[in-house]
């Protein structure tokens, strides 16, 4: 498809990636179905960030189709996949000496080997295929060993073989018995790359058709390299990755940096109409070379056109070498502006994948250059993001006077377009700081802005933020007013984001609202554009809220099941973006679920689960809790006061530690309770006197009176009629006082 088709123009860069992903999914899942499917990548431990994800996405869709994805990778390299029924790993280990000697028979074509020869093999190549293969060829192209009737000899005492300790020396002196002009062939294929193809390594190496096939006939031969496709249009791949090092490192640097602007050049020029396609190969040659204005420009186009499809890592790394270019040019006014420039994308970048030092990093360097050259328009753009960056990380007087200096300069030059950006920014700190009728002045003022310059889109997202402010405020009918207006323009304008975004806010006003039907259709809405888009397998938070919500939505409206569908679902997403937090709260979630179902078991399950995470994460707050949950399972519904006493005192050490005083009293009351049934009751005073303790102090009048009560109970069981008579009478007095009707009436069955 045409990238500058609207549909494609219109999409921003996780849809682009996404529906990018989703197209080679279908392709390759479409083939399976044709028939069976065998997909081999070797190497895998040099994959890049985007291609990882990819895999993980097409692992994920084989499990029930006639496809089989086959990886080969080094030791070290830590796999994605996980660990499901439809995956498995086997560990090769290496040869050992009979098994070497085999090889070698087999690769000779032969029954039997001398013993000096065997004993040769298995010392040196200690087990590895790739040596021993390369070992029998050199011995083979030396004449060490030659072929005889009975099978093969050696030409030369054993102990007078020299031959090389690594496998890298083996291929080296391979590589030296070639002429000089097959070797040079094959240092320029080299330089090109582990594959390359024969029009540009005869445009770089200034060959007649003739010589460069003759070479190339004896590298293929010598299995050196490979050959796949046709004379004249096919394409070149050396045999093994270590191969390609060897003949490269063979080079000294001056003649590698020559090279590398010659095949630069030389793509330049083959291929000139269609140049974009070749940007990163265009960046890897010349950042090899003295052309730093040709490194630096073809790395900067190489991670814009990364950045584009949402491959973050790659852009990312594009930019950090355009930065390394520009400090080693001449310093200049205009190559400080452009590192600038670099550093804006970098930050965005840091920004939408939350890496928030390094956001701050770049920010800070994009304040002082923009200082140090007087560029008022860069400095007031960075003074923007400054301020949403400190709005983000709660420092909002920071972020307040930074946007105000953004908001100065912006009016000064005359941007009108970044005097939008600016208003918004501080609308978005006030909003923060709870300012409401502050952020809904900037917000509209910013929207005027954006409306007179005919920026639709910028006007749909200001039209959601003016939308929030107004749930924030209760005042529903604003809200949605704004949110539906801003989700008709996404709608015409085709901006994903946007429809989802608003669609969300939309949903969340109802849910405010208690109209929980409402909310779910707008929030399933949200969730069919995640499904369709593919955008979950992105991991990004923003799309974690969806089934949260809905799930929260169908609990409120006790439709149990579906409510854990949808958490189910955000424990997925939750898993894939390493959110262990959010993954305890959503088990947690969970949990309370399957408690109201009266599925216990599995209710304590979850809780377990989750208070394994919290007290990985050192989450004494949710940890506390949770022992507490378990604990009133165990009290409230299973009766089973031992492993609910165990689960309390844990939790009341906790509760102290951390010194949350309603919390201890809440413990104390529910382990008053666990020791009355354990006959525990000189226990159960000393805690329901704790408790009464603490809620005299704090004026908590329902607290005292339940503390007493309990008191009253345990004196019951005590026999000490008097003391329990005195506690009850006090606990109902104090709960009639307080209108609590619910603890009166229980008080009052102990009259």
């Known amino acids: 498809m045409d990238p500058g088709r609207t549909t494609v123009a219109s999409m921003d860069a996780q849809q682009r990636r996404m529906q990018t992903f989703d197209a080679l999914r279908k392709i390759i899942l479409r083939g399976s179905q044709i028939r069976p499917l065998v997909l081999v990548i070797e190497d895998l431990h040099w994959v890049d960030k985007t291609s990882e994800e990819f895999l993980v996405l097409l692992a994920d869709s084989l499990a029930a189709t006639p496809a089989l994805l086959l990886l080969t990778y080094r030791p070290g390299y830590s796999h994605p996949f996980g660990e499901t029924t439809y995956h498995a790993r086997i560990v090769l280990h290496n040869l050992t000496g009979e098994e070497s000697v085999r090889m070698a028979e087999n690769l000779l074509q032969t029954g039997g080997l001398p013993d000096e020869l065997r004993g040769l093999i298995s010392r040196k190549a200690e087990g590895n295929p790739f040596f021993i293969e390369e070992l029998i060829k050199s011995l083979l192209e030396s004449e060490i060993i030659v072929k005889a009737e009975s099978g093969y000899r050696i030409n030369k005492n054993v102990s007078q073989i020299e031959v090389p300790s690594t496998i890298k020396d083996v291929i080296m002196a391979r590589i030296d018995r070639l002429d000089e002009n097959q070797k040079r062939t094959l240092q320029v294929g080299s330089v090109i790359g582990r594959e390359f193809n024969f029009k540009l390594l005869q445009k770089v190496s200034a060959l007649s058709v003739k010589e460069l096939g003759d070479h190339l006939l004896v590298l293929r031969n010598s299995e050196l390299i490979h050959e796949r496709g046709f004379f004249l249009d096919a394409n070149y791949v050396f045999k093994h990755a270590l191969t390609h090092e060897v003949a490269y490192s063979s080079l000294l640097i001056q003649k590698r940096k020559e090279l590398h602007e010659r095949v630069g050049s030389a793509v330049e020029e083959l291929y000139s109409d269609r140049l974009e396609e070749f940007f990163e190969v265009l960046a890897h040659h010349f950042i090899r070379t003295d052309n730093m204005e040709k490194a630096f420009y073809y790395s900067t186009m190489a991670g814009k056109k990364a950045k584009e499809v949402f491959a973050n890592e790659e852009a990312l790394n594009y930019f950090r070498e355009a930065l390394k270019c520009l400090d080693e040019m001449p310093r200049s006014e205009v190559n400080e502006q452009r590192k600038i420039d670099i550093l804006f994308e970098m930050e965005n970048i840091y920004d939408a994948i939350g890496k928030r030092e390094e956001e701050k990093e770049a920010l800070e360097r994009i304040i002082a250059l923009s200082r140090a050259v007087n560029d008022e328009r ?8 400054l301020a949403e960056f400190l709005s983000v990380i709660g420092e909002y007087q920071k972020a307040q006077e930074i946007g105000e200096s953004a908001l100065i300069l912006k009016r000064k030059i005359g941007d009108k377009a970044g005097e939008g950006k600016a208003l918004r920014g ?8 709870g300012n409401y009728d502050e952020a809904l002045k900037y917000h509209q003022e910013a929207l005027d802005v954006h409306r007179k310059l005919g920026n639709r889109e910028a006007e749909g997202f200001e039209l959601i933020s003016l939308g929030e402010v107004y749930r924030k405020l209760g005042q529903y009918q604003n809200s949605l007013s704004y949110l539906q207006e801003a989700l008709k323009i996404h709608r015409e304008l085709g901006v994903i984001v946007g429809q989802h975004v608003s669609a969300f806010n939309i949903g969340s006003v109802y849910q405010d609202m208690g109209n929980y039907q409402a909310c779910l259709e707008y929030y399933q809405e949200c969730w069919k554009t995640v499904k369709e888009q593919r955008l979950s397998s992105l991991n990004t938070y923003a799309n974690l809220l969806v089934p949260i919500s809905i799930a929260n939505a169908f609990w409120r409206l006790d439709n149990y099941q579906e409510s854990l569908r949808y958490f189910r679902e955000a424990l997925g997403i939750s898993r894939g973006l390493g959110d262990r937090f959010e993954e305890g709260n959503i088990l947690s979630y969970m949990a309370s679920i399957y408690n109201i179902l009266g599925d216990y078991q599995e209710s304590i399950n979850h809780y377990e689960e989750a208070l394994k995470i919290y007290r990985e994460l050192g989450d004494k707050i949710s940890e506390g809790k949770t022992l507490t949950f378990i604990g009133n399972i165990y009290r409230q519904n299973l009766h ?18 951390i ?12 382990l008053g309770v666990v020791c009355w049934n354990l006959a525990l009751y000189e226990e159960a005073l000393s805690y329901y006197g704790e408790a009464l303790e603490i809620c005299r102090k704090a004026g908590n009048a329902v607290g005292e009176g339940i503390a007493l009560g309990g008191m009253g109970v345990v004196y019951l069981s005590l026999c000490k009629y008097k003391e329990a008579i005195d506690c009850n009478q006090g606990a109902l007095r104090i709960l009639k006082k307080t209108g609590d009707q619910k603890a009166e009436g229980y008080m009052k069955k102990f009259r």
């Open 378 to 385: 860069r400095l007031s753009d960075g003074y923007i993001r």
């Open 426 to 433: 501080m609308g978005f700190v006030y909003w923060q700081l």
């Open 640 to 657: 089973d006061y031992g492993k609910a006493l165990s689960c309390y005192k844990e939790s009341l050490e906790i509760r102290k530690e």
């Open 659 to 670: 010194g949350e005083e309603d919390e201890i009293r809440i413990v104390l009351n529910g």
